[in-house]
């Protein structure tokens, strides 16, 4: 199936697992959602991500392990998507916004690739805003 906002059905499908307890993610990949995935594990948020080929449709499957404490508390407080479709949010250089005050992770698409926040502020670019996650 086919959705409007492959990343925005990424955040969605982490929201719902954390709310569920789940150990596991699965959903289809991409390129973007890859680094997404590989920027939510340099950043802690996450236990794990890999790929493995689909058996039922073509293309691959990403499994994302969720991170939790003893408690089973989750390292993801929350997850926001703040550039849609409907309305995108572009940012320059020095207008990088930071999450909670530094505390959280804001994901940057930037002509350079996909990082986080600070990454683009350190590296003088700018882009299209994608999610926060703290």
Same mark, same amino acid.
């Given at each position: 199936?086919?959705?409007? %906002? =492959?990343?925005? %059905? *990424?955040?969605?499908?982490?929201?719902?697992?954390?709310?569920?307890?789940? /150990?596991? #993610?699965?959903?289809?990949s &991409?390129?973007?959602? /890859?680094? +997404?995935? /590989?920027? *939510?594990?340099?950043?802690?948020?996450?236990? %794990?991500? !890999?790929?493995?080929?689909?058996?039922?449709?073509?293309?691959?499957?990403?499994?994302?392990?969720? !991170?939790?404490t003893?408690?089973? /508390?989750?390292?993801?407080?929350?997850?926001?998507? *703040?550039?849609? =479709?409907?309305?995108?949010?572009? #940012?320059?250089?020095?207008e990088?916004?930071? &999450?909670?005050?530094? *505390?959280?992770?804001?994901? #940057?698409?930037?002509?350079?690739?996909?990082?986080?926040?600070? %990454?683009?502020?350190?590296?003088?670019?700018?882009?299209?805003?994608?999610?926060? +996650?703290?």
């Amino acid at each position: 199936m086919a959705t409007t %906002d =492959p990343i925005a %059905d *990424l955040l969605t499908r982490i929201r719902n697992a954390i709310t569920a307890a789940h /150990r596991e #993610v699965v959903l289809p990949s &991409s390129n973007a959602k /890859r680094e +997404v995935a /590989r920027i *939510l594990k340099e950043q802690g948020y996450v236990a %794990d991500y !890999k790929t493995s080929p689909a058996t039922e449709h073509p293309g691959e499957l990403l499994h994302i392990t969720l !991170k939790y404490t003893k408690d089973r /508390r989750s390292a993801i407080t929350g997850l926001r998507r *703040l550039s849609r =479709p409907g309305q995108r949010h572009y #940012v320059g250089a020095t207008e990088v916004p930071k &999450s909670l005050g530094g *505390l959280g992770t804001v994901i #940057v698409s930037t002509s350079k690739g996909i990082m986080t926040g600070h %990454d683009a502020r350190n590296q003088g670019v700018g882009g299209e805003v994608w999610a926060e +996650v703290w």
